[in-house]
């Protein structure tokens, strides 16, 4: 007789309220500028006002003589190495002779005040010389020695293919940069104390760049640093890499004056030095037969790296690996490239490369469907990767995968079949919808693969209250409480029995950085393996203090029969017998197989998936594009909290959609015009479309409780979508980010 | 330096002291009175991150300088359950899930706490606009606006 199935998770799938909530909603949550220290400093990081230029002569003697000076800091003064390691280390953590982007830093003046420091950081005097500089890609790239990194993907013989294909088209695409504004900016205080020790205090990600960074400018050893993450106020990538760099500057000052020393970006600083989502240009072919098959592809994608190469080298990996779009194509050529500008370096930011080829290639599908005559979800749904077919990079989906389903909600749901009724609220303004699908490929991939890995140490106190370490970091996207919810549900225990820490990178292993929506996979895979011993030994006890061969566990109860004892109790039984109850953890993530040289393999352990259809409505008189509503539907795997997973959805959305129509960051010869949230904007309440989110679950079969990646997802194709909407209400195909009104009004040539 | 002679209630609590008349107020906030929930999202009145209550009206703190608020109440996160909505709105935004990184948190609950008190009945298109002086950027503003829409009830 089959037993009647029942859904048994107590705590995974629950839209648990924030474990963090309380703290923020009273302002007692401690961030990186909330903390005091005793006899602090502040420091300020002096830069470079040239986009290029050669640093003659630093004259401080005016500060100095003022009584809250406290020190001067340059290249000279740092005691280990001035390389930042990042992947090709080529950012000094201070610039000596040549500064390469305007506002690199070139010194760091500590003073006794905050407003002391910003004063005298003005009476400093630094005589440079200007150099040429170069701010242009297509210039920069014509020398090999500007191309930081270039990649190469090859599936059946893609040019010849195109040569047979009925339907060809081929754009070209520009996408602006997206800074993060996440809200808090950066900050890194230095603690360093009389036995040797040095402790830093974080905004940040990514905990363990940060103490590489500190240990490389320092020369202190791993075990004489200890990097405690503050409660951090949004990140999106922006505080992946850099938060090393003003952490290592904050453990210098603090090194050499012996001193907590506190160093706090106010915005135009941030704006103008921290890293941002690359800019780029892409040129893409697809090609289809005379049935509406895909059979090749052609991109060519340059990113705009800025001065610094950073992290450079894995967004652009990231980007080549999809820029072919999720389809199944059986020709593939992806050449791209990451170059040398002199401006401020980019980096990572939600999406990691993939938005802007995103945006291109979605576009183009579009079009190419128009070309051939197809409703655009229809040559997309007879194309799309499904299982068992292979990507670009010739890996076959093996399991969980949604898309299909994904495509035939959103149609479904915004009624797409029907969108030549939708009525515009005037005569001047036109309405369309417009599709855009995506995957995204979860955690690090084939080349981020030896720092995929996680660490968690769980303690359970004699009291049964539980507190759980792991290193990988909350910085508003609900990690803290999907992975108590995780441990609740593998030790059958009360989601307020735990507590899981901020990270202290002396207390659990270096489990790589809180990027690539890994958090969920790995660190939840770290806890289940923390938990399995202490479950069997937990379970193993209730059993018999309920003398009985089986029971039920749930709500963190154990039951059998009419017997029900509490997890408190168990736990109590667990030590009165002397059992162990701390363990640790450790996940590695499976193989994967991708060879750079031609771009074959098993690229990332697994895909997320969405798809997307935008509601737009267009001004025709003053080009202003008003995004309406927004249907999404994604495919994460298990949907451990359906709540915070539908703030995940909101806020990347509105990320996207604030990208797509209104973020325009101006930099004019090397120097950034509008660095602040004056002159560059972002979405606010008023500017929301509403959202429309599904969620398909695929059970990922090596994810904890069959759960994949979430945060990035939500952004990626929303500029595809919002751009084909614009095309079907007003007939402009739009071939660049952001959609400002006098793009839009240009291409339609009003202006 | 200190030679500004200040008077004011700050949360409820009579303040007399000396202050230095070039300091801000949310600098005199933070690192004098040591209210650490008023945040400095920009510094330029344009994130509301940093919103406090003077006499009832929300106020971006960092446009306002400590010796101009002599006289008056002053009402920070720390002390909004003595408005007729605080606890009502932490407890929406806490159901709505409209927290997240919680950075920008306390200048949300600071700015809807003078608007429903100014207009209860306010509906979701006024609650937009009432908020758009606010940015977060992690939520994406449909669960804030919705919590806060759920306060008023």
């Known amino acids: 007789m089959s037993r009647k199935k029942e859904n048994k998770l107590s705590f995974v799938g629950k839209g648990i309220e924030r474990v963090d909530a309380d703290i923020k909603l009273e302002g007692k949550a401690l961030y990186g500028d909330d903390l005091d220290f005793a006899k602090m400093l502040y420091g300020v990081c002096l830069r470079s006002p040239y986009p290029k230029a050669r640093i003659k002569k630093i004259d401080f003697s005016e500060a100095q003589k003022d009584p809250d000076f406290v020190k001067l800091i340059t290249a000279k003064d740092i005691p280990g190495s001035n390389k930042w390691p990042v992947v090709n280390d080529d950012y000094p953590f201070l610039a000596w002779d040549i500064a390469e982007f305007h506002s690199q830093a070139v010194a760091i003046l500590v003073a006794k005040n905050r407003f002391k420091a910003n004063e005298l950081s003005k009476k400093v005097k630094i005589e440079y010389e200007e150099l040429d500089f170069i701010d242009d890609i297509h210039k920069s790239i014509t020398k090999k020695e500007n191309i930081f990194s270039s990649y190469v993907i090859k599936k059946g013989d893609a040019f010849n293919e195109i040569k047979k294909c009925k339907y060809v088209i081929e754009k070209e695409f520009t996408t602006n940069y997206q800074v993060h504004c996440y809200l808090e900016p950066q900050v890194a205080t230095g603690v360093f104390a009389t036995d040797g020790t040095l402790a830093v205090y974080s905004s940040t990600q990514c905990?363990?760049?940060?103490?590489?960074?500190?240990?490389?400018?320092?020369?202190?050893s791993s075990n004489k640093v200890k990097i405690i993450q503050t409660v951090t106020g949004g990140g999106f990538g922006g505080k992946e890499d850099v938060p090393a760099l003003v952490g290592a500057h904050a453990a210098l000052a603090s090194f050499i004056t012996k001193s907590p020393v506190r160093i706090c970006y106010d915005r135009e600083e941030d704006f103008r030095s921290m890293s941002k989502r690359h800019p780029s240009y892409s040129k893409v072919t697809y090609g289809a037969d005379e049935n509406g098959k895909l059979k090749c592809c052609i991109v060519k994608y340059i990113l705009d790296a800025g001065a610094y190469s950073t992290l450079s080298p894995i967004v652009l990996w990231r980007g080549t690996v999809h820029a072919a779009g999720p389809y199944s194509i059986d020709n593939v050529y992806v050449e791209s490239y990451a170059v040398k500008t002199n401006k401020v370096p980019c980096g990572a930011f939600r999406g990691f490369g993939q938005p802007q080829i995103s945006f291109a290639q979605e576009s183009l599908i579009d079009d190419l469907a128009e070309k051939i005559g197809m409703d655009p979800i229809d040559f997309r749904l007879k194309n799309i990767i499904d299982k068992n077919k292979l990507t670009s990079t010739s890996q076959k989906i093996k399991d969980s995968i949604g898309l299909k389903e994904l495509i035939e909600i959103v149609r479904k749901k915004s009624d797409w079949d029907k969108r030549k009724n939708l009525k515009p609220s005037a005569n001047n303004k036109r309405?369309?919808?417009?599709?855009?699908?995506?995957?995204?490929?979860?955690?690090?991939g084939a080349k981020g693969r030896y720092l995929d890995r996680a660490g968690a140490y769980i303690n359970i106190y004699r009291d049964a209250t539980v507190n759980i370490t792991v290193g990988n970091t909350e910085m508003g996207q609900g990690a803290l409480t999907v992975l108590t919810q995780i441990a609740a549900e593998t030790l059958n225990?009360?989601?307020?029995n735990i507590k899981l820490d901020e990270v202290d990178t002396s207390k659990v292993p270096d489990s790589g950085p809180t990027v690539a929506s890994r958090t969920t996979v790995m660190s939840g895979n770290a806890i289940i393996e923390a938990a399995k011993p202490l479950r069997e030994r937990i379970f193993k006890t209730a059993l018999k203090m309920l003398g009985s061969k089986d029971m039920i566990a749930k709500d963190g109860y154990f039951i059998s029969g009419s017997k029900k004892i509490f997890f408190n109790e168990v736990?109590?039984?667990?030590?009165?017998?002397?059992?162990?109850?701390s363990e640790q953890g450790w996940y590695v993530s499976p193989p994967t197989t991708y060879d750079l040289k031609d771009g074959k393999g098993d690229a990332y352990i697994v895909y997320s998936y969405s798809a997307n259809i935008a509601d737009v409505e267009v001004d025709i008189e003053t080009g202003f594009l008003e995004v309406k509503k927004i249907y999404s539907a994604f495919d994460v795997g298990k949907v451990v909290n359906p709540v915070l997973a539908l703030g995940q959805a909101h806020g990347g959305i509105l990320q996207g959609m604030s990208w797509a129509v209104y973020e325009n960051l101006v930099i004019e010869k090397g120097v950034m015009k509008n660095p602040g949230f004056t002159d560059y904007i972002v979405a606010t309440s008023c500017d929301i479309p509403e959202y429309d989110v599904s969620f398909v679950e695929k059970d990922y079969?090596?994810?904890p409780y069959k759960a994949k990646g979430m945060g990035e997802l939500p952004l990626i194709a929303v500029a595809g979508a919002v751009?084909?909407?614009v095309k079907n209400a007003c007939g402009v195909e739009m071939d660049s980010v952001p959609m400002i009104p006098e793009k839009i009004l240009k291409k339609m040539g009003r202006i | 330096m200190k030679n500004y002679l200040l008077k004011c209630e700050i949360n409820g609590e009579k303040f007399e002291g000396l202050i230095d008349p070039n300091m801000r107020l949310i600098d005199f906030l933070r690192d004098e009175i040591g209210l650490?929930?008023?945040k400095e999202g920009c510094g330029e009145g344009e994130c509301g991150a940093c919103m406090v209550l003077l006499d009832g009206r929300a106020v971006n703190s960092c446009l306002v300088m400590a010796f101009s608020v002599s006289g008056k109440e002053i009402i920070t996160i720390e002390g909004i359950d003595k408005t007729k909505y605080g606890k009502k709105l932490k407890k929406s935004f806490k159901k709505n899930a409209a927290v997240q990184c919680g950075f920008c948190t306390p200048g949300f609950i600071i700015t809807a706490a003078a608007f429903l008190e100014e207009k209860p009945d306010a509906t979701e298109e006024e609650i937009k606009e009432a908020l758009s002086g606010n940015i977060c950027r992690c939520t994406g503003y449909d669960m804030i606006i919705k919590a806060v829409n759920e306060a008023k009830k």
């Open chain 1, 493 to 496: 225990c009360p989601i307020n």
């Open chain 1, 431 to 444: 309405r369309g919808l417009g599709c855009s699908i995506a995957y995204y490929g979860v955690g690090l």
């Open chain 2, 36 to 38: 650490k929930g008023t």
């Open chain 1, 701 to 703: 079969s090596e994810g």
């Open chain 1, 723 to 725: 751009r084909n909407a």
């Open chain 1, 571 to 581: 736990i109590k039984q667990c030590w009165a017998e002397r059992l162990k109850m």
């Open chain 1, 207 to 220: 905990p363990f760049y940060v103490l590489d960074a500190v240990c490389a400018i320092t020369g202190l």
